[in-house]
C-alpha cells in the first residue's frame, strides 16, 4: 500500500516561512524522484520543486532562492522549506513520487498580505 501523507501547511503572513513534509511508505523511496507540486484554483497546475535520488535538485523560477528541498532517506520523507512566502504562494501543495506516479492528499497554504 502506497502512502504519501503531507503536513505543515498552515495559515501565515507575508515573509514568514513553513516546512512542508512528505512521509513516504509503500515505495523503495531511496531511487524515486520526488517532487511537490503546487494547485491554485483556476490555474495551471505547477510543479515547484523536484529532487532525484542522488540528491540534485530543480525549482521553478517562481520560488528559486526562496524554497529549498531536501530529502531524509533513511525517514523515506522529503522536506520542502518554504521562506520569505508571498500571497502569490498559497496553493494546495501535493507531494508526488515517479515511476509509477503517486501523489499525497495535499496540504494548504495560505499567505496573507
Known amino acids: 500500500q502506497v502512502q504519501l501523507v503531507e503536513s505543515g501547511g498552515g495559515l501565515v503572513q507575508a515573509g514568514g516561512s513553513l516546512r512542508l513534509s512528505c512521509a513516504a511508505s509503500?515505495?523503495?523511496?531511496?531511487?524515486?524522484?520526488m517532487g511537490w507540486y503546487r494547485q491554485t484554483p483556476g490555474k495551471q497546475r505547477e510543479l515547484v520543486a523536484s529532487?532525484?535520488?542522488?540528491?540534485?535538485?530543480n525549482y521553478a523560477d517562481s520560488v528559486q532562492g526562496r524554497f529549498t528541498l531536501s530529502r531524509d532517506n533513511a525517514k523515506n520523507t522529503v522536506y520542502l522549506q518554504m521562506n520569505s512566502l508571498k500571497p502569490e504562494d498559497s496553493a494546495v501543495y501535493y507531494c508526488?513520487?515517479?515511476?509509477?506516479?503517486?501523489w499525497g492528499q495535499g496540504t494548504q497554504v495560505t499567505v496573507s498580505s
Open positions: 508526488t513520487s515517479s515511476a509509477p506516479d503517486y
Open positions: 509503500g515505495i523503495i523511496f531511496a531511487i524515486k524522484t
Open positions: 529532487i532525484i535520488p542522488g540528491g540534485l535538485t
